[in-house]
């Protein structure tokens, strides 16, 4: 069983920064893709940034330019540098591992950013 252990989320002022963490347990972090979702209450999960196994990645529109994801499979670390961070960007953001043809979610950290 995989598990993956969110932190990093906080209260930041707008146009501050925060970076959050995802750490996975297992060997399987290395084959998988990593991806962070955020979602607020009473709407979908929505896609945020997506890093492939080789390092590829997407971005939402509404966060390219701002945000980072990257990976350290030393670590089965999957990281989210938030800069330049809006008021909008509040949510509770979510990890998801993607491998072996399943997929697991940690448990959310929340993101407050004030005006």
């Known amino acids: 069983q995989v598990q993956l252990v969110e932190s990093g989320g906080g209260l930041v002022q707008a146009g501050g920064s925060l970076r959050l963490s995802c750490a996975a347990s297992?060997?399987?972090?290395?084959?998988?893709?990593m991806a962070w979702y955020r979602q607020d209450p009473g709407n979908q999960r929505d896609l945020v940034a997506y890093?492939?196994?080789?390092?590829?990645?997407n971005y939402a529109d509404s966060v390219k330019g701002r945000f980072t994801i990257s990976r350290d499979n030393a670590k089965s670390t999957v990281y989210l540098q938030m800069n330049s961070l809006k008021p909008e960007d509040t949510s509770v953001y979510y990890c998801?591992?993607?491998?072996?043809?399943?997929?697991?979610w940690g448990q959310g950290t929340q993101v407050t950013v004030s005006s």
């Open positions: 297992g060997s399987i972090f290395r084959r998988s893709g």
């Open positions: 890093i492939t196994v080789g390092r590829r990645t």
């Open positions: 998801r591992l993607d491998g072996d043809g399943r997929d697991y």
